[in-house]
């Protein structure tokens, strides 16, 4: 049985602090293996620009060459939108039945929960859920949910003050954005000149 964690976002671009909360996931949790599952596009964030996803895959095999346990899932690319949470994990847990499944999820996010589609079935589908929080930062208690509280666990991590839309701002003013980012996905975004 592998113990295996779902990291699910656009990554546009994956930063620093993404790499930072995937590896502390990976070890205060045991997790054997961690996927990156590359969202298109999230219902949450319709219309909003992006980088083609082509860009967006080969960034993220830039970010995570250097982790085996970490792995890029085509999941969410492979089939037409639009993908929510409960359809990927009921896909994730057919394909690895008997293995120990944990959904990794900020603080923000959780308090969204309630409002996904089909919250319960992705409880159901999940041994449990990775809360990363911020130091300090109090869990929201989601009483509409019962069962969440039996398959949550935090995830302590120095959350850097850093997202992926204030990165894609500096590179089009023409700001310094060189320290946010791993050196592949840096070298890579400046080499072609992406979101100028």
Do not use: C
């Amino acid at each position: 049985m592998l113990k295996i964690g779902i990291f699910g976002g656009t990554f546009d671009p994956p930063h620093l602090g993404h790499l930072i909360l995937a590896t502390e996931a990976m070890e205060q949790l045991g997790l054997d293996k961690v996927y990156w599952v590359i969202t298109p596009e999230s219902p949450h964030k319709i219309g909003q620009n992006k980088a083609d996803v082509s860009h967006r895959i080969h960034m993220v095999e830039l970010a995570i060459r250097n982790e085996p346990k970490f792995a890029v899932s085509m999941i969410e690319l492979d089939r037409p939108g639009p993908h929510f949470t409960a359809d990927t994990m009921a896909i994730i847990r057919a394909e690895h039945p008997s293995d120990h499944l944990t959904l990794l999820l900020g603080g923000d996010s959780l308090a969204q929960l309630p409002t996904w589609k089909d919250p319960i079935r992705i409880l159901n589908l999940v041994d449990r859920l990775g809360v990363m929080r911020r130091p300090g930062e109090v869990l929201p208690n989601l009483t509409n949910l019962p069962e969440i509280e039996k398959k949550m666990v935090a995830i302590s991590a120095p959350l850097l003050q850093i997202s992926s839309r204030e990165i894609r701002a500096k590179i089009a003013e023409g700001k310094n954005f060189r320290y946010y980012l791993p050196e592949g996905v840096f070298e890579y975004i400046f080499s072609i000149n992406l979101y100028r």
